[in-house]
């Protein structure tokens, strides 16, 4: 099984609120049905999310009677966006079924507590595809606060060890400093896990209320400790998440998983 995660930058444009990628979704969704295998799917919030999840303050938890509201317009407007999703994939034909985070986990202080995965495995046994999705949840100590699609993507590779993990970005992979900010910074193909933490990547300053790519380093760090392969792929480049999918070569960083 592919755990894929559509990052929020590659399906929506981040700076503006509510802008969803179709073209980039329909061409990713073709990519995926014509690789041909067994996944689960995860994708970011991106703009559907983050602004109205930062402008709420939902991940300092609920406080406030006014982020009641906050915190139920996020979940509205995720869902918008997981139903574009969804449809570009069926569209596809991918037998796709939507599980929302907020309705099979708990949180406690940001961290997982409990999560049903037996709805994901029995989807998975009668053919389905599995997605799930950056969304709000109920958190045992803040009241609610946010779920990231990187949270679940380790959660769903330490429950299904899956064949590889994959995260679909708007940048080619890793780089030894972030390329956005810093001309010499220089593209990394394979790294072992634990050379990650020598990388300095700089934070990302748009929007996002789940801590960028330093956060997603942290994911993919713990992700690869399980002994997993973590790629990192360009989602706006034409084929290479099919060429990933399949084996083929491509440009792309392999972050090694822990070897015993
Ligand atoms: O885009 C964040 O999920 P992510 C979810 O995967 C919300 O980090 C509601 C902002």
Redesign the pocket.
């Known amino acids: 099984m592919f755990l894929v995660k559509l990052g929020?930058s590659i399906i929506t444009d981040k700076a503006k609120e509510g802008t969803f990628r179709h073209e980039t979704v329909d061409r990713l969704a073709r990519e995926i049905k014509k690789a041909n295998k067994d996944y689960i799917l995860v994708h970011?919030?991106?703009s559907f999310?983050?602004i109205l999840?930062k402008q709420h303050r939902l991940s300092e938890g609920l406080t406030e009677p006014t982020q009641i509201l906050g915190f139920a317009q996020?979940h509205a407007s995720?869902l918008r966006l997981n139903s574009l999703v969804m449809d570009a994939l069926i569209h596809q034909g991918l037998p796709v079924m939507s599980l929302p985070p907020h309705a099979i986990l708990e949180l406690d202080n940001h961290q997982l507590k409990t999560m049903d995965f037996t709805v994901f495995s029995d989807y998975l046994k009668r053919g389905f595809i599995p997605v799930t999705f950056?969304?709000?949840a109920l958190d045992s100590q803040l009241g609610g606060s946010?779920?990231?699609?990187?949270l679940l993507m380790q959660a769903l590779a330490t429950q299904f060890h899956p064949e590889k993990v994959v995260f679909v970005m708007d940048e080619d992979g890793l780089y030894t400093a972030n390329p956005k900010t810093d001309p010499k910074a220089t593209f990394i193909e394979t790294i072992a896990v634990k050379d990650i933490p020598r990388l300095s990547t700089g934070l990302d300053t748009r929007t996002?209320?789940?801590k960028g790519m330093q956060g997603k380093l942290e994911t993919i760090t713990r992700i690869a400790q399980l002994g997993i392969d973590v790629i990192l792929v360009n989602g706006n480049v034409k084929d290479r998440v099919y060429d990933i999918l399949m084996g083929n070569p491509s440009r792309f960083t392999q972050i090694q998983g822990a070897r015993p």
């Open positions: 929020g970011g919030a991106g999310g983050h999840a996020t995720v950056g969304d709000v946010i779920c990231s699609g990187d996002d209320v789940t």
